[in-house]
Structure formats: structure tokens, C-alpha cells
């Protein structure tokens, strides 16, 4: 059954940038409810486990990498559709493929320096929802 949540992390290089409160905003403005939100830092260990399904990808080392280099916005969202409408508001993968008026294309530096990570199904949302939030955390 489709769930009406999504999760997304606002990734270090959106953070060291200054764009937490641009890209929060471009959320809420499409009509996004946060019912979750932490800002933290992954270690490698965790960064590692978060992106396992990629680990035999071989850009898994870098994106570890860059994934614990500095504070991450971990937050749950909430909207009709939520998985597939928010894919389409932050864009494509690789931000020179992303559409106008998305999260990447706007604020995305490279495929792997891509500003924003958006869950992919809703099973993968409630998985990596869990990953972050305990249910105290969540509202
Ligand atoms: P995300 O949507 O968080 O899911 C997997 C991440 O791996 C992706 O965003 C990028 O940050 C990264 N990634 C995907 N493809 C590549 C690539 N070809 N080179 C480097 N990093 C990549």
C-alpha cells in the first residue's frame, strides 16, 4: 500500500553551502509537511550502511566519503504521493539532467555532490525513516 511519507537528507555539501533554509523552504512551498527533522553528522560506519544496496558501485568509497565529511538535515516528509512528488521536485540524479525549477538543479554541484538525497519507493522511506527516527521523533 502507498504511503503518504517520504525521506530526504539535505547532503553535507547543501550544508557547507549555506541552503538549509532554501531547500527546506522549496519543500514546504510544494507542499511537503515536515514531521520529522534532525540535523547530524553520519559517520563512515553509518554513512556506509545507509548506501549498502550501493556498495559494490564504484563510486560507494566517495559517496561514503562525502556523506560523513560534515552535518546532513535528515527529515520526514509528508504529502499525497509523497515518494513519487517529491523525485520530481528535487530533480535527476545528475543535476545536468535535472529540469528547471528542481532541488538539484538549482543547488546540486555534481552527480555525487548532489544536494539532496530522496527516498526511491516507499518501502526504501519507512526503511530509511527508521534508519534516523525513533517514533518519539516522529509526529
Ligand atoms: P542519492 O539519491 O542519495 O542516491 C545514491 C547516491 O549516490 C546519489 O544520490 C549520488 O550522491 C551518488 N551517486 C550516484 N551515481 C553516482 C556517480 N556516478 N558518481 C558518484 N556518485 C554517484
Known amino acids: 500500500m502507498a504511503t503518504n511519507r517520504t525521506f530526504t537528507m539535505i547532503k553535507p555539501d547543501a550544508v557547507e553551502a549555506n541552503n538549509i ?10 507542499g511537503f509537511k515536515v514531521v520529522g527533522l534532525k540535523y547530524t553528522q553520519l ?3 553509518q554513512a556506509g550502511k545507509f548506501y549498502e544496496v550501493h556498495s559494490a ?6 559517496l561514503v566519503e562525502f556523506m560523513s565529511r560534515g552535518p546532513i538535515v535528515a527529515a520526514i516528509l509528508e504529502k499525497d504521493n509523497a515518494v513519487e512528488d517529491f523525485r520530481k521536485l528535487i530533480g535527476a540524479t545528475n543535476p545536468a539532467q535535472a529540469e528547471e525549477g528542481t532541488i538539484r538543479k538549482r543547488f546540486a554541484k555534481s552527480i555525487g555532490e548532489n544536494a539532496v538525497h530522496g527516498s526511491d519507493s516507499d518501502e526504501n522511506a519507512e526503511i530509511e525513516g527508521n534508519f534516523f527516527f525513533s517514533q518519539l521523533e516522529r509526529f
Open 21 to 30: 533554509g532554501s531547500i527546506l523552504a522549496m519543500m514546504t512551498e510544494a
Open 43 to 45: 559517520s563512515e560506519a
Open 57 to 62: 558501485r564504484p563510486f560507494y568509497g566517495e
